[in-house]
């Protein structure tokens, strides 16, 4: 399975991190090709989406998460996350405010891949 991959919701492109079921070194494996693929695209031109559904985590993993996000701020016009139920609420919080970012969280996918792909003015009504 391809976890870093490009697919199209309502005609707009979006670049889906599939963490699904990770252990703490398949993520850091993922965050790798996360950060060369987003590396590549124009700044502030994607719209991501990343599922931690059933993922794993430890210190180091959750290191490479906060790296990596912020390396990529410039790239990401806007992010969503779903599976959060996965991510430990320190690390959520230590991942937005050690990137500067906010990352919403969604309940499914197609939630997500909906608020993504809205215009700003209806996605800044998004908590």
Known sequence: MERVRFITHRG???LLIDH????PQELRGTMDEVER?????PPDSLLTLS???????????????????TRDR????RAALVGTDSIPEVIYR??????SRHFPKFKTREEALDWLTTDDTEAAKHP
């Open 20 to 23: 699904t079921g990770s252990t």
């Open 37 to 41: 693929v987003i590396g590549a695209e």
């Open 94 to 99: 230590a991942l937005e405010s050690f990137s």
């Open 74 to 77: 410039p790239h990401v016009h």
């Open 12 to 14: 707009k492109r979006v």
């Open 51 to 69: 599922d931690f559904t059933g993922t794993q985590f430890d210190r180091d993993s959750a290191d490479r998460m906060k790296v990596v996000a």
